[in-house]
């Protein structure tokens, strides 16, 4: 699936819901289900800067494809790296680089965009399209 | 239910913030460590100073500039009055506590020597550690730690054996703002002059809450922030004795602080103005002493009383919550609580209370040494001030509960 698709599906799960507790639960078990990190590479140099709860994030070449695992010792986090995950794994890193994520503004999690939300949205999709970027480079 | 003197509904009404709504909920307002809100009159006295008499200070002759330089020094006057200071020029006017303490380990650069030593507790803000670090790095001064226990109170005994006749300054917080816990300052300060070191005090989350009264403490020195007092952000005092405020060097060179400039020297101003270079926060400075008197008018003790049951309240019906674990459980506490619940991160409490429109602080509190030594992530934390009331309290109550049976 085209990442603007993965988008546009997430969207339309959301909008089933009336209110928070309802997003906010789905994030949740979202969360749960995200894929995570292999143990070994949960180490300090792979964690997200910035953020109130730790995360760890790992990416790795399959085919042409770029593939993201996660962790947050903070279950709301997971939930929100789990949505990028979603959108952004199993893609090629210049689809990655180029994405456009406003979509996060239209599922109603707009407030973890601010720069005062500790939680560093902002920097985990910084940190996956560095990956992207970084790939790439070896790519080209 | 608090049996308090205090008109709290009426209290509130001085507070135009609380009728806010957030995410559809009335907001709960427990960040007040952080900052507190402000009444009406103090807003009112930022507003009339720039729609009827902003003009610089301590220098036109004209009317505007007059009645600016007298509503200031008027202010710095109540500040006094407030603490108990003994001379009026003895509270300088800052951008609030950090920068009060910069000035104070500024100075004592030119006054440690290497291997002198100083004392910090172990129970600081970053803002308070940071600036000794940097003091110590210049001066080659020795860096020791108050240590504390599990319930937050510093172990006297063992400052006591840290106390020497190398100790030069101690610093301290009198309340903490990431545990509450209010310290035996008085003796503190006392034991500290018998060896022969000068005290530095934060009165940052004290202030607010009680009366503090410096010449009875008998400190050297003690720092308060004007927006945990209800008044605004960028304004804060400094307290030195007369006799270190003329000893030491000033922080910053600039107008407002030179007696006399030539090229090939200048004399410092006077005090306090030794230590207040460049045009100051005026409005801030007056709607600071608003502020004060508006608080002196409801009165320290029945803040501190009121506070108190609200914590005792709080505190009781917390501990019910399955899970919960308050740090910070000293005997002599004030109106803070930071928590956690078993198997929830700090972050996603915090989160989820935020949607009920409730607002607590999460993380670390900029004192990371207090949640290393608790081995956590963080907490969540709710402090209280005397505009809150136990129907908040039960809001939060509600709205933890909640919380867990989403999160766990």
């Known amino acids: 699936m085209k990442i603007a698709d993965i988008q546009e599906e997430i969207q339309e799960e959301f909008e089933l819901f009336d209110d928070w507790t309802q997003r906010y639960e789905h994030m949740i078990d979202l969360g749960r289900s995200l894929p995570l990190i292999d143990a070994k590479f949960k180490l300090d140099d792979n964690l997200i800067k910035g953020c109130q709860s730790k995360v760890w994030v790992h990416a790795e070449m399959e085919d042409d494809k770029l593939v993201f695992t996660a962790d947050s010792d903070a279950i709301i986090t997971k939930g929100i790296i789990a949505i990028l995950i979603r959108v952004l794994s199993h893609q090629k890193p210049q689809d990655i680089i180029d994405a456009e994520m406003e979509f996060i503004d239209k599922i109603g999690l707009k407030e973890h965009l601010s720069p005062t939300r500790a939680n560093g949205l902002v920097n985990m999709i910084k940190q996956l399209k560095l990956y992207a970027i970084a790939y790439q480079t070896q790519l080209n | 239910m608090p049996s308090t003197a205090l008109d709290i509904q009426a209290i509130r009404k001085d507070f135009p913030i609380l009728q806010r709504e957030?995410?559809?909920y009335p907001l709960v307002y427990f960040d007040n460590a952080a900052t507190s809100q402000t009444p009406q009159l103090v807003i009112d006295a930022i507003t009339k100073y720039y729609s009827y008499y902003n003009a610089n200070i301590h220098r036109g002759v004209h009317t505007l500039a007059q009645?600016?330089?007298?509503?200031?020094?008027?202010?710095?006057?109540?500040?006094?009055?407030?603490?108990?200071?003994?001379?009026?020029?003895?509270?300088?006017?800052?951008?609030?506590?950090?920068?009060?303490?910069?000035?104070?380990?500024?100075g004592f650069r030119s006054v440690l020597k290497p291997g002198d030593e100083v004392l910090v507790s172990a129970m600081e803000h970053h803002s308070n550690i940071v600036p000794v670090q940097m003091l110590c790095d210049y001066t080659g001064a020795v860096l020791k730690v108050i240590p504390m226990d599990e319930e937050g109170d510093l172990i006297l005994d063992t400052y006591r054996d840290l106390l020497n006749d190398k100790t030069r300054l101690v610093f301290f917080n009198h309340v903490s703002n990431a545990l509450g816990t209010i310290n035996p300052v008085k003796d503190m300060i006392q034991w500290a002059h018998d060896a022969g070191a000068a005290v530095l005090i934060d009165g940052a989350q004290a202030a607010p809450h009680m009366a503090v009264d410096l010449q009875a403490l008998d400190v050297d020195f003690y720092t308060a922030s004007a927006h945990k007092m209800c008044g605004p952000t960028g304004i804060g005092m400094l307290y030195g004795k007369e006799e270190w405020l003329r000893m030491l060097p000033p922080y910053q060179g600039g107008g407002e602080m030179?007696?006399?400039?030539?090229?090939?020297?200048?004399?410092y101003a006077d005090l306090p103005h030794k230590f207040e270079a460049g045009t100051p926060n005026i409005s801030g400075g007056i709607a600071f002493g608003v502020a004060i008197r508006y608080i002196d008018a409801i009165g320290m003790q029945n803040i501190s009383d009121y506070e108190d049951e609200l914590l005792q309240y709080a505190t009781k019906k917390m501990l019910e919550i399955p899970g919960m674990r308050i740090f910070g459980t000293s005997s002599e506490k004030a109106a803070v609580i930071s928590f956690n619940i078993e198997g929830i991160h700090p972050y996603d409490l915090g989160t989820l209370l935020d949607k009920m429109g409730i607002a607590v602080r999460t993380g670390h509190h900029c004192a990371q040494?207090?949640?290393?030594?608790?081995?956590?992530?963080?907490?969540v934390r709710a402090s209280f001030s005397f505009y809150n009331n136990t129907a908040e309290?039960?809001?939060?109550?509600l709205g933890i509960e909640r919380a867990i049976k989403m999160l766990l």
């Open chain 2, 22 to 24: 957030i995410n559809g």
């Open chain 2, 369 to 379: 040494p207090i949640m290393n030594f608790y081995n956590i992530p963080g907490t």
């Open chain 2, 258 to 267: 030179i007696s006399e400039v030539t090229f090939e020297k200048t004399t």
């Open chain 2, 393 to 397: 309290v039960d809001a939060l109550i």
């Open chain 2, 67 to 106: 009645e600016a330089t007298e509503a200031y020094e008027f202010a710095r006057k109540v500040v006094q009055g407030h603490f108990n200071a003994k001379h009026n020029h003895e509270i300088i006017f800052t951008s609030g506590t950090t920068h009060s303490i910069n000035i104070v380990t500024h």
